[in-house]
């Protein structure tokens, strides 16, 4: 699936959570926005099948998850400690995983120094750079800087995967992107 797309349906978590207990009507029309804009993604011209669609939901829902706990935690904690208890988590789960499936490493040394590169350039200084900003900002502002997200999706599988956008597509994405900065303005306004 384009990433666009994929990362436009995981964005229906956050806004979830930009409007979730609300009962103004400018807040339902960003969810009708959303809701729109998720349907043309699922459409029968989308280039989504229904298996990456549950996907995609499935990862909204986690990342509705991980903005209420984030938020919850930083304000009990610095970011870099919480950072550092998700990713000590992370590898409690995951590495059993890893011993079940019998991972052959050539040099153990090596392997680990990837890994654990990898796992501080992608995780760790991303997700506390994100720990900052949630404890920093307010929650509208960041809730718009996240909306960009699907463009930048797009415009990244378009431009490294070569993959292209229908016009209806593209306004799905839109739609999304739109509902989501309006959410978040609106929440944050009304704080």
Known sequence: APLGIVVAVE?????AVAVI???RPLDFVWIGLAALGVFLLAGPTSSVDTGGLLLALC????????????????????????????LVGS????????????????DLWQTLAVGAAIAVLSSAFPYFLELLALSRVRAATYGVLL????????LTGFLILGQ????????AIAAVMVAAAGASWEGGQRR
């Open 164 to 171: 292209r956008l229908t016009t209806a597509e593209g306004a």
């Open 91 to 106: 590898a409690v789960l995951l590495t059993p995983l890893l011993a079940v499936t019998g991972v052959a490493a050539g």
């Open 59 to 86: 990862a909204a829902a986690c990342w509705a998850a991980f903005l209420l706990l984030a938020k919850r935690a930083v304000t009990t904690m610095d970011p870099l400690p919480v950072t550092t208890v998700m």
């Open 21 to 23: 207990g609300s009962r």
């Open 11 to 15: 964005f229906i978590g956050p806004l």
């Open 147 to 154: 909306s960009i997200e699907p463009a930048v999706a797009a």
